[in-house]
């Protein structure tokens, strides 16, 4: 019995929600929140250039007290960002997102932000793969 290979493009998100480097955190977070997402990707004359997580506005604005409102998404966002094509494996993807500790991989075609893959998406088309992050014990 053959299995399917999939590839990154058959289980990513193709919708993206992404920010100027300039975004204050306040607009960010009300951004995430509205659209239901845990992160953004954020650009820089057009270009991806970083990500930010509702965990680094918790861990570094919110944790260390700064105003939301004062804190623009370049100086939070985790940069140079790592990224995937669509056309790599799932079995790829899922190797990067264990070896880099990270849950989300924006998908980059002919330098385009064509969609954003993470461990979820992944845990519902392959779950064995996933393992990678949660070994048994």
């Not at 919110?62 to 799932?90: C, D, F, H, Q, W």
């Amino acid at each position: 019995m053959a299995t399917e290979a999939l590839e990154v493009g058959d289980v990513m998100t193709p919708k993206v929600v992404t920010e100027d480097e300039e975004t204050p955190v306040t607009i960010i977070s009300a951004d995430m929140e509205v659209s239901g997402i845990g992160s953004v990707v954020i650009t820089k004359e057009g270009k991806p250039v970083g990500i930010i997580t509702d965990r680094d506005i918790a861990i570094k604005v919110i944790m260390k007290n700064r105003r939301p409102k004062e804190v623009k998404a370049k100086e939070i966002m985790s940069s140079p960002l790592i990224t995937i094509g669509p056309y790599a494996s799932i079995e790829k993807a899922c190797a990067l997102l264990a070896e880099r500790s990270i849950r989300r991989l924006p998908v980059i075609d002919d330098d385009k932000l064509v969609g954003i893959i993470s461990v979820r998406n992944i845990l519902t088309r392959n779950p064995a793969c996933v393992s990678k992050f949660y070994p048994l014990e």
